[in-house]
């Protein structure tokens, strides 16, 4: 039997990406009397808005609307958890950049160049802009959540040595290639579709129908792939859906609401930027024995996803370590800035690098290698083995994968090759790190992990597969497909893979947290064997066998030596009034978490991974480039491991960035001024590790039972490049010639140069006996 699971199998849009022949929205056809608009933002940083005046920009020809958030027909507030964020400012501007109207004309000239003619008059407010000012202020969008275990105040009291510090980690703009755009279509009726480059086109349903005040069942949204999203539109599409749904209605006309790449990244949210506080315990060997940890994540002016956010970051400041008493403290900073939103890893990376930072502070304070600290506070398979909130990890295979990557990184003898190069070179340093991922996988709010999925077969054999899953480039969709066809045991040739609809599966949720192939997989797969136990039976009449001895395989359908082909076993089912239709539901087992008392199994398994990343620095100018990394990723049974390998690999790249170069500046006005690629810099290929070697897990099925034991990949390989930012701190402790360094995040190369500097002018004033910390 030709099986479709677990093969290399190329993404189904991969000819079109490289065509260029895959339609995002802005390369559909224009339907007739299109209206294009345009957003006018502010430019102040947090104001009370006395007057909007649109008559300025409305008397420019070919205008054809001008709005403001009066002019929404329902409840302007888009807010997906917590209520608060109108679609455009109402009576208030929180941060600089905040969309305040928005303009609809013929051509997106016109409308762009009235935009600008909107007057606002304010009256400006004070405004926190920093996480330490908001701590201070106690601005704060939403609770603390806390995790404890134990009496870490005790523990690191009686500790031989502690540590104390705190680290600043960068934010990242998600810059996918499509940026925010919506095209929204009047119907009959009152009706409208909107088609929209969303993760989460239930939700873009639901705040359309909110604002244009009528019922979800008069909406339809549409998304048949995104040019990438990451994260920033799990929640932050919807904001341009909707304004483009309010001038539809009320011009009758469609309109198309497309971001260009500055008003992207000045007026949508990114990953958090966090300041993490940090007082650690422990012994000779380096063993934490008391951890306690403050991470505050700067919110921005509105909740959005913060508090999942913050949460997934306290959740993951375990790392992969055992942390015996332990308290745990997320924050979640109100600020006057663009409100941050989910980006792949969901404050996860936050809390894992900053422990990871931790781990390396406690190895040089030691003078040991890192790697033997890592060691020794790994999670045990039998003992030592429960999270901070209590949920005890019976999936453990990091202590084999490290074996692996130790062997085939030669991790060892490099760490000599490099010490000698090091003492030998005096300009250029060279750094190593390796560095353990740990990710929970479901989304810790657990309704959320639901999917469903609709398979139709036609009578001849052909089969369109719908889902709610949304396709970003990750390969969801041919995920599915091979899942659904080696259920049917048909070819994936037969499937079409259409675009995701909220009118054929309603109620989704977001693909998001890497949960898309593992929720709507299982939902397909669900669809898939109702219509395969109806054609059994079928089947099993044309061929004189039992329905329970039919096998599906290769086309055809097989039984007693005996075999006809599936499109003449469906167009019999037809023959015969036997429904070729399925809906497919699935949802996450097992699954719990009580926010109240910091217990429960939020998450259903855990994904692993590891990283060796090899730096070398010039010290002059702090330039650096990576010269090799390895990779050692945990897919279980990978559903396709050509996709997976791309995850993997994208996805260390995109946290190898994050860490590094790419980095986020605001000034004392709260002004975004790194706001397109030539002061925002992203990695290239140019950027890739001279010698990349990426590995994914064999041999290991999920022991949990996930669609064909797979594991989730989206996400967790990112935490992968914490690596590429430790081994920076590696060889800046060379240059230094100093065993305690600090290097705050991203440790771009003037980052890299200052820290050298600082280090050498600390040690020459540090007290030569370094317990003296304590
Ligand atoms: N890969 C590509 N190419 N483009 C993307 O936008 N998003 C990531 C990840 N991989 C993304 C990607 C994020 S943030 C998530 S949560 C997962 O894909 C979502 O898809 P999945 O759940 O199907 O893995
Ligand atoms: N991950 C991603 N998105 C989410 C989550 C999560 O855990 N919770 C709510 N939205
Ligand atoms: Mo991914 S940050 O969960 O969209």
Same mark, same amino acid.
């Given at each position: 039997?030709?099986?479709?699971?677990?093969?290399?199998?190329?993404?189904?849009?991969?000819?079109?990406?490289?065509?260029?022949?895959?339609?995002?929205?802005?390369?559909?056809?224009?339907?007739?009397?299109?209206?294009?608009?345009?957003?006018?933002?502010?430019?102040?940083?947090?104001?009370?808005?006395?007057?909007?005046?649109?008559?300025?920009?409305?008397?420019?020809?070919?205008?054809?609307?001008?709005?403001?958030?009066?002019?929404?027909?329902?409840?302007?507030?888009?807010?997906?958890?917590?209520?608060?964020?109108?679609?455009?400012?109402?009576?208030?501007?929180?941060?600089?950049?905040?969309?305040?109207?928005?303009?609809?004309?013929?051509?997106?000239?016109?409308?762009?160049?009235?935009?600008?003619?909107?007057?606002?008059?304010?009256?400006?407010?004070?405004?926190?802009?920093?996480?330490?000012?908001?701590?201070?202020?106690?601005?704060?969008?939403?609770?603390?959540?806390?995790?404890?275990?134990?009496?870490?105040?005790?523990?690191?009291?009686?500790?031989?040595?502690?540590?104390?510090?705190?680290?600043?980690?960068?934010?990242?703009?998600?810059?996918?290639?499509?940026?925010?755009?919506?095209?929204?279509?009047?119907?009959?009726?009152?009706? %409208?579709?909107?088609?929209?480059?969303?993760?989460?086109?239930?939700?873009?349903?639901?705040?359309?129908?909110?604002?244009?005040?009528?019922?979800?069942?008069?909406?339809?949204?549409?998304?048949?792939?995104?040019?990438?999203?990451?994260?920033?539109?799990?929640?932050?599409?919807?904001?341009?859906?909707?304004?483009? &749904?309010?001038? $539809?209605?009320?011009?009758?006309?469609?309109?198309?609401?497309?971001?260009?790449?500055?008003?992207?990244?000045?007026?949508?949210?990114?990953?958090?930027?966090?300041?993490?506080?940090?007082?650690?315990?422990?012994?000779?060997?380096?063993?934490?024995?008391?951890?306690?940890?403050?991470?505050?994540?700067?919110?921005?002016?509105?909740?959005?996803?913060?508090?999942?956010?913050?949460?997934? $970051?306290?959740?993951?400041?375990?790392?992969?370590?055992?942390?015996?008493?332990?308290?745990?403290?997320?924050?979640?900073?109100?600020?006057?800035?663009?409100?941050?939103?989910?980006?792949?890893?969901?404050?996860?990376?936050?809390?894992? &690098?900053?422990?990871?930072?931790?781990?390396?502070?406690?190895?040089?304070?030691?003078?040991?290698?890192?790697?033997?600290?890592?060691?020794?506070?790994?999670?045990?398979?039998?003992?030592?083995?429960?999270?901070?909130?209590?949920?005890?990890?019976?999936?453990?295979?990091?202590?084999?994968?490290?074996?692996?990557?130790?062997?085939?990184?030669?991790?060892?003898?490099?760490?000599?090759?490099?010490?000698?190069?090091?003492?030998?070179?005096?300009?250029?340093?060279?750094?190593?790190?390796?560095?353990?991922?740990?990710?929970?996988?479901?989304?810790?709010?657990?309704?959320?992990?639901?999917?469903?999925?609709?398979?139709?077969?036609?009578?001849?054999?052909?089969?369109?597969?719908?889902?709610?899953?949304?396709?970003?480039?990750?390969?969801?969709?041919?995920?599915?497909?091979?899942?659904?066809?080696?259920?049917?045991?048909?070819?994936?040739?037969?499937?079409?893979?259409?675009?995701?609809?909220?009118?054929?599966?309603?109620?989704?949720?977001?693909?998001? &947290?890497?949960?898309?192939?593992?929720?709507?997989?299982?939902?397909?797969?669900?669809?898939?064997?109702?219509?395969?136990?109806?054609?059994?039976? %079928?089947?099993?009449?044309?061929?004189?066998?039992?329905?329970?001895?039919?096998?599906?395989?290769?086309?055809?359908?097989?039984?007693?030596?005996?075999?006809?082909?599936?499109?003449?076993?469906?167009?019999?089912?037809?023959?015969?009034?036997?429904?070729?239709?399925?809906?497919?539901?699935?949802?996450?087992?097992?699954?719990?978490?009580?926010?109240?008392?910091?217990?429960?199994?939020?998450?259903?398994?855990?994904?692993?991974?590891?990283?060796?990343?090899?730096?070398?620095?010039?010290?002059?100018?702090?330039?650096?480039?990576?010269?090799?990394?390895?990779?050692?990723?945990?897919?279980?049974?990978?559903?396709?491991?050509?996709?997976?390998?791309?995850?993997?690999?994208?996805?260390?790249?995109?946290?190898?960035?994050?860490?590094?170069?790419?980095?986020?500046?605001?000034?004392?006005?709260?002004?975004?001024?790194?706001?397109?690629?030539?002061?925002?810099?992203?990695?290239?290929?140019?950027?890739?590790?001279?010698?990349?070697?990426?590995?994914?897990?064999?041999?290991?099925?999920?022991?949990?039972?996930?669609?064909?034991?797979?594991?989730?990949?989206?996400?967790?390989?990112?935490?992968?490049?914490?690596?590429?930012?430790?081994?920076?701190?590696?060889?800046?402790?060379?240059?230094?010639?100093?065993?305690? %360094?600090?290097?705050?995040?991203?440790?771009?190369?003037?980052?890299?140069?200052?820290?050298?500097?600082? $280090?050498?002018?600390?040690? &020459?004033?540090?007290?030569?006996?370094?317990?003296?910390?304590?």
């Amino acid at each position: 039997m030709t099986s479709v699971i677990h093969k290399p199998i190329k993404h189904d849009s991969a000819p079109k990406h490289v065509a260029g022949s895959a339609r995002y929205i802005d390369d559909l056809p224009e339907p007739e009397g299109l209206l294009h608009v345009a957003l006018h933002l502010s430019d102040r940083t947090h104001a009370k808005i006395l007057n909007i005046d649109l008559s300025a920009a409305l008397a420019i020809p070919g205008v054809m609307a001008a709005i403001t958030v009066a002019d929404v027909p329902g409840d302007p507030d888009i807010a997906p958890v917590v209520r608060g964020e109108p679609v455009l400012a109402n009576g208030v501007v929180e941060f600089h950049g905040h969309p305040v109207a928005a303009i609809a004309a013929h051509d997106l000239p016109t409308a762009r160049r009235a935009a600008r003619l909107v007057r606002v008059t304010y009256e400006d407010l004070s405004a926190i802009l920093s996480i330490e000012d908001a701590i201070e202020k106690q601005s704060f969008l939403l609770p603390p959540l806390g995790l404890k275990r134990g009496d870490a105040t005790a523990a690191i009291a009686g500790a031989p040595h502690r540590l104390k510090g705190d680290l600043n980690i960068g934010g990242q703009d998600h810059f996918y290639l499509e940026g925010q755009v919506s095209l929204a279509e009047p119907r009959e009726d009152g009706d %409208v579709i909107v088609r929209c480059s969303t993760q989460h086109p239930s939700e873009v349903q639901k705040l359309v129908a909110r604002v244009l005040g009528t019922s979800l069942n008069s909406v339809t949204v549409e998304c048949r792939r995104m040019g990438g999203g990451f994260g920033g539109k799990e929640t932050q599409a919807a904001q341009f859906a909707c304004i483009a &749904a309010v001038i $539809a209605a009320r011009t009758g006309r469609p309109a198309k609401l497309r971001l260009d790449r500055d008003e992207d990244m000045i007026a949508t949210g990114k990953r958090h930027d966090f300041l993490s506080r940090y007082d650690v315990g422990f012994d000779e060997q380096g063993r934490i024995l008391g951890y306690e940890l403050t991470l505050a994540g700067r919110g921005g002016w509105a909740a959005d996803l913060t508090g999942a956010v913050v949460d997934r $970051a306290v959740f993951h400041a375990d790392s992969s370590y055992w942390l015996p008493d332990v308290t745990i403290t997320g924050l979640c900073c109100k600020t006057n800035t663009v409100s941050n939103t989910a980006f792949r890893g969901f404050g996860g990376p936050q809390g894992m &690098a900053t422990t990871e930072y931790v781990i390396d502070e406690i190895a040089r304070f030691l003078g040991r290698d890192p790697l033997d600290i890592r060691r020794a506070n790994l999670y045990g398979k039998s003992a030592n083995n429960v999270t901070p909130y209590f949920q005890t990890i019976t999936d453990n295979i990091l202590p084999e994968m490290l074996d692996e990557l130790l062997a085939s990184s030669d991790y060892r003898r490099r760490r000599q090759e490099i010490d000698a190069f090091n003492a030998q070179s005096p300009h250029l340093k060279k750094g190593l790190a390796l560095t353990p991922v740990k990710f929970g996988i479901s989304f810790t709010t657990t309704f959320l992990n639901q999917a469903g999925a609709l398979v139709l077969v036609y009578e001849d054999g052909s089969v369109q597969l719908n889902h709610g899953g949304t396709e970003m480039g990750q390969g969801v969709y041919i995920k599915v497909a091979q899942v659904v066809a080696e259920t049917l045991g048909i070819g994936l040739d037969k499937i079409r893979i259409t675009a995701t609809r909220t009118d054929k599966v309603p109620n989704t949720s977001a693909t998001a &947290a890497s949960a898309g192939a593992d929720l709507n997989g299982k939902a397909a797969e669900a669809a898939a064997l109702q219509i395969r136990d109806r054609l059994a039976v %079928v089947a099993g009449a044309m061929l004189n066998a039992d329905a329970g001895q039919v096998v599906f395989a290769d086309d055809h359908v097989r039984a007693g030596g005996k075999s006809v082909p599936f499109a003449d076993v469906a167009h019999k089912a037809w023959m015969e009034r036997v429904s070729l239709a399925a809906s497919g539901f699935y949802a996450t087992p097992d699954i719990n978490f009580d926010r109240a008392t910091g217990r429960g199994r939020p998450f259903y398994y855990f994904a692993y991974g590891l990283s060796a990343t090899e730096v070398l620095v010039d010290c002059f100018t702090g330039e650096y480039r990576f010269t090799r990394a390895d990779l050692l990723h945990d897919c279980g049974s990978s559903l396709n491991p050509a996709i997976d390998l791309g995850q993997v690999e994208g996805a260390y790249i995109q946290g190898l960035g994050w860490l590094t170069m790419e980095e986020l500046w605001w000034d004392d006005k709260g002004r975004l001024r790194t706001h397109a690629p030539s002061t925002y810099k992203i990695p290239t290929a140019r950027d890739l590790p001279e010698d990349f070697r990426v590995q994914l897990v064999s041999g290991r099925a999920n022991p949990a039972n996930t669609v064909f034991r797979s594991k989730a990949v989206g996400e967790p390989p990112l935490m992968l490049g914490i690596s590429a930012w430790l081994a920076l701190k590696d060889a800046v402790a060379a240059a230094a010639g100093t065993r305690m %360094v600090r290097l705050d995040a991203p440790a771009t190369p003037e980052r890299v140069l200052l820290a050298i500097a600082a $280090a050498k002018r600390q040690d &020459a004033a540090m007290p030569t006996d370094m317990a003296a910390a304590k």
